[in-house]
């Protein structure tokens, strides 16, 4: 009989579930359960807010022998487990895995329970990561690293986005309000806080898809330049600028900025989740070209995410890795420092962290709900990449890891902002 038992403790699924014992304990929720390859389960939660899938005897082996946010994303990606119900609680939990200190002699015995398990369940079917060629930041590498990102299906971002397809944070008046409602106040926001005139010429560094100078042009009569460095971009919004009537003053561009001649100048520049990308050696040139094509007396709104200046980066992280290849963010103090360098004053800094994550969550389950469909018009892989993107992002925002800053910069003249006195105009219904 001891034989027995000691033949049965020694199976994968009692291996796992030895594994899981020691891993969770102290964890403070019980709100989720695990299930096993061969339908059994572990846990204690009747109905669980999540429940990971472990797809094969090695699961366990493969997420957490060299635990870090990299090789448990790619554990997911490549489906050694899924995730069922609220992905959002899992990052929560994965989290807390990766935070926690181990003695040695806990990480020796947790190694040695994971070294019992099979070092490959079966074939993993690997999603490569872009391999982009030449020099960090160069013209010809940032266009690889945006065509990565930008050129799926137009088709796959409308799964998730509101009818504008508008990639960047919403502005929520409350958090339960629609995207389509709250990417509107966004947009209009943003040209409030840029106080647009009729007539007067606005630059767009990275239009996207053309939903902010179509609007600008639209509602405030302005001659809307928008660039960025996808082709498939561009194309839908000169397709949208045409339907919408607003040729002759409207016009997306494929183009790198750092391309755009002084010469032309701009009474007011817009820049809404294109900043990430620039990276950090190169803010003083950004901010510096973003002077040269301001008129004297002209504003400057940048809309960027940024690390918590307390935030200690442990090593790649999945988004770098499959997500934004060469995506660099920087706290806000190093912003607003090259900005000031370049010239700017800076008038205002809003923080807009918590719409950030209402704007991921509303996409994240736009996603889900939409999963076959991504499934087919891209592939799974692609798919569990941008859940777990989605998941992990709206976690970021929340915790206070990430947040999104709206930075309103001027070019004064001789100290004159040309600003009024109070705000009021950027609340008006």
């Known amino acids: 009989m001891g034989l027995l038992a000691k033949v049965t403790r020694e199976t994968p699924v009692q291996i ?8 969770f304990a102290g964890y403070p929720y019980h709100d989720f359960r695990v299930c096993f390859w061969d339908g059994s389960t572990w846990g204690r939660a009747d109905q669980p807010r999540l429940t990971l899938v472990l797809e094969h005897p090695g699961a366990l082996r493969a997420m957490f022998l060299n635990p870090s946010e990299l090789t448990l994303g790619e554990a997911y990606i490549y489906n050694d487990f899924d995730i069922e119900g609220d992905i959002e609680a899992a990052l929560e939990m994965g989290e807390h895995l990766l935070s926690r200190e181990y003695s040695l002699s806990e990480r020796l015995h947790l190694g040695t329970i994971l070294e019992k398990l099979p070092a490959h369940g079966r074939p993993r079917a690997v999603a490569q990561p872009r391999k982009l060629r030449g020099a960090v930041h160069s013209k010809s590498r ?14 796959f971002y409308q799964l998730f986005l509101d009818r504008r397809m508008i990639y960047s944070c919403a502005y929520f008046q409350h958090p339960e309000e629609n995207l389509d409602v709250a990417q509107e106040h966004k947009l209009d926001y943003l040209c409030r806080k840029l106080r647009l005139r009729r007539g007067e010429r606005l630059l767009d560094i990275g239009c996207g898809w053309g939903g902010l100078i179509i609007h600008a042009a ?4 302005v001659q809307a330049l928008g660039v960025t460095l996808s082709e498939s971009q ?4 000169r397709q949208r600028i045409r339907e919408g009537g607003l040729e002759e003053n409207c016009s997306a561009q494929v183009r790198d900025y750092r391309d755009l001649n002084g010469t032309a100048k701009f009474g007011k520049i817009v820049s809404v989740g294109m900043f990430e990308h620039v990276g950090e050696a190169l803010l003083p040139e950004y901010f510096a070209r973003a002077w040269r094509l301001l008129e004297p007396g002209g504003v400057f709104l940048n809309h960027g995410i940024a690390y918590s200046a307390k935030y200690q980066r442990r090593g790649p992280s999945f988004v770098d890795r499959y997500v934004f290849p060469d995506g660099e963010l920087v706290p806000i103090n190093t912003t607003l420092h090259a900005a000031e360098d370049a010239g700017f004053e800076v008038r205002d800094v809003e923080s807009l962290r918590e719409h950030y994550a209402l704007t991921l969550h509303q996409w994240g389950q736009r996603l889900e709900a ?7 018009i891209a592939d799974v892989t692609t798919y569990r990449i941008w859940r777990l993107y989605m998941a992990s992002s709206a976690h970021a ?5 990430l947040n999104l800053y709206q930075s309103l910069l001027t070019k004064s003249v001789s100290g004159s902002s040309g600003l009024p006195l109070r705000r009021e105009d950027w609340y008006r219904k």
Do not use: C, I, K, M
């Open 16 to 23: 796992s579930a030895d594994f899981l014992e020691h891993l």
């Open 142 to 155: 940032d266009r690889q690293a945006v065509t990565y990102h930008y050129d799926l299906p137009p088709e």
């Open 397 to 401: 925002f929340r915790s206070g890891r």
């Open 218 to 221: 639209a509602h405030y009569g």
């Open 234 to 237: 561009a194309e839908l919004a």
């Open 370 to 376: 939409n999963a076959e469909q991504a499934r087919r």
